[in-house]
């Protein structure tokens, strides 16, 4: 039980800051320079406002509507709704108010890499491996926090799966080499 207690131990901590997801919804003639899809992050006053980028889809269900996402760092009282509808009348010159707005809080939803983090995930998977094998960790708040790294990751557990569990009723050993990429942030693709 205390190797379990050692593992959580070190998972809570991870120290992490909330975000919210602002969802906003233009008719497409709002936006028309905002066909497929795109990301945008270069805000002047992104320290201030914690607006931290923008993703937007218009024509992916073939509705007359743009949708775009707007990332916001929970921090300082702001109202995230608010943050999101001034930067696209500020940074993109939309005057038009949304036709809908939905705002999802995420309380740890951004993990925090202090210095000595890929250390820290050393041990922590040390310690798994040791006590807990049964056990795999994936998302941003083990390895690295963009997307593209969380689906290299999620190909590297998946293969290791796939070799433990190929003998029905016994669950192999997992490798160092199977977990050490992940803690380096260094990804191998076998």
């Given at each position: 039980c205390?190797?379990?207690?050692?593992?959580?131990?070190?998972?809570?901590?991870?120290?992490?800051?909330?975000?919210?997801?602002?969802n906003l919804v233009y008719p497409t003639e709002v936006l028309p320079g905002f066909t497929g899809a795109g990301y945008?992050?270069?805000?002047?006053?992104?320290?201030?406002?914690?607006?931290?980028?923008?993703?937007?889809?218009?024509?992916?269900?073939?509705?007359?509507?743009?949708?775009?996402?707007?990332?916001?760092?929970?921090?300082?009282?702001?109202?995230?709704?608010?943050?999101a509808v001034q930067a696209m009348h500020k940074d993109l010159g939309v005057i038009t108010e949304p036709s809908e707005v939905q705002v999802t809080h995420w309380p740890n939803g951004l993990p925090q890499y202090l210095v000595g983090h890929g250390d820290?995930?050393?041990?922590?998977?040390?310690a798994r491996v040791a006590n807990t094998p049964w056990l795999s960790l994936m998302g941003p708040s083990y390895h690295a926090p963009s997307l593209a790294d969380e689906i290299f990751e999620a190909q590297a557990i998946a293969r290791s799966l796939e070799?433990?569990?190929?003998?029905?009723?016994?669950?192999?050993r997992e490798k160092t080499s199977e977990w050490e990429p992940l803690a380096s942030g260094e990804f191998r693709v076998v």
């Open positions: 205390s190797s379990d207690l050692e593992v959580l131990g070190a998972l809570q901590q991870i120290p992490h800051e909330g975000v919210a997801v602002v945008a992050n270069s805000w002047e006053d992104a320290e201030a406002t914690g607006l931290l980028g923008m993703v937007w889809q218009s024509k992916v269900f073939q509705r007359p509507t743009t949708s775009v996402a707007v990332y916001v760092r929970e921090s300082g009282g702001c109202d995230p709704a608010q943050v820290e995930m050393t041990s922590l998977h040390k070799r433990r569990l190929k003998v029905p009723g016994k669950v192999l």
